[in-house]
């Protein structure tokens, strides 16, 4: 596990080395592996070490000088976001019954099951779209919404809509101020901050859940 996270950690320090090796090696073909990264990205969870936003911020960067077609991207890309959390949502679906079939330990009961598909009928959309934009956390959660058994025409529906919405502002946002200088000579601290800002809103939200909890039993 902290070999792919080291792994991880690597390939986002050095992500537009990286891009431009493998724009360079496979050409035309590039879009492949990318399409693989954002599908694995969010469609398995075993890979929530592979970067979301910061890659996409860097593929809409390296757009600007023609070694990729920025349209193109914005629409494989997109296929890739939501085909990549229906999977998820599947694998969910159907692991889940297994999961909790039989076991007695503290979070695998049917009661907690009970308790995830209440959330995700009453905060799913909101919980879907938000996901998107916070690593690890957008992984999880089509998972968890197929487990609890999230109705899938409502899943499939903020699934369209978040994936759009990620996939094309970082795109823009990349291709806009990728290129700009102070952004492109360091580069690599403007990818780990996109990082950083990402998961500032689970933060806050869990500080906010935990001082909700603890006044209450006060």
Known sequence: MLDLLHQGLDLI??????????TSYFGAYSYIPLFAIIFCETGLVVTPFL???SLL?????????GSLNLPLMMILLTVAAIVGDSV????GSLLGPRIFRGE????????????????????????????RFV??????????????????????????????IWINIFLIA???????????????????????????PAIFEYYRVRRQVTQGAT
Do not use: C
């Open 174 to 200: 990349g291709y806009l101020f990728g290129q700009w200088k102070p952004v492109k000579d360091n580069f690599e601290f403007v990818v780990f901050g996109i990082i950083i800002i990402s998961v500032l």
């Open 135 to 164: 690593p690890i956390v957008r992984t999880f959660a089509p998972f968890v919404a197929g487990m609890g058994r999230m109705t899938y025409r409502r899943f499939m529906a903020y699934n369209v809509i978040g994936g759009v």
């Open 88 to 91: 998820n949502y599947w694998i």
């Open 57 to 65: 911020f860097a593929l809409g960067a390296f757009a600007t000088n």
């Open 104 to 131: 007695r330990i503290w979070l695998l009961n049917k009661k907690h099951l009970d308790r995830t598909h209440e959330f995700f009928e009453r905060y799913g959309g909101k919980t879907i779209i938000l996901a």
């Open 51 to 53: 970067p979301g936003d």
């Open 13 to 22: 320090r050095h992500l537009d080395d990286n891009i431009a090796s493998l």
